[in-house]
């Protein structure tokens, strides 16, 4: 049974799956950011996790601009601090815990990522929302779900409801064992 409020939420007694060798072979961070993040941009890692693409992101911004690692579980946004204290990245990532209908962010960001974690999220209209107030307006949002637990009716449903929050499809990726969207604000 999973220990967490959230019964929709990866607990982060399963970290290790999220952050291992086996995974970077298969969804390497610095080749699916790469072309997308630029030193000196603000980018929020939405579910972060134990940090496996917000620590390579950072790394991404050469020591110019910030990620945001935002989480529901405190328990992943201890183990990130925990891989970052001491070193540099410290000064470029900022650990911001999620509430549990809301992000709850201020900031502006020139990308989002979402990585395995809109499955989780019960309102995804009010997420969505959420996301276009917190997305600049030339801002960039990479949304990946897994194929596993994301059947295509369900993800296409997702889009839908994406483009009724006022934002735009601007590619499909095509991302190993997932199903993908980078989406932007809709211009008029």
Partial sequence: MNPNKN???CPAALSGSLDNSIRRFFQNPRKLLGRYIKPGMTVMDLGCGPGFFAIEIAKLLNGSGKVIAADLQEEMLMK???KIAGTPLAQQIILHQCQSD???????A???LAFYMIHEVPDQGKLFNELKS????DGTMFIVEPKFHVSKSAFETMAMLIEKSGFEIIERPNITMSRALLIGQKTE
Avoid at 102 to 108: A, F, N, S, V, Y
Wanted: aromatic letters at 4%; a positive charge; glycine letters at 4%.
């Fill in 7 to 9: 019964q929709h939420v």
């Fill in 80 to 82: 990130v601090n925990q």
């Fill in 102 to 108: 809301r992000i709850g962010l201020q900031e502006k």
């Fill in 110 to 112: 020139d990308f989002i």
């Fill in 134 to 137: 917190i997305l600049k307006p």
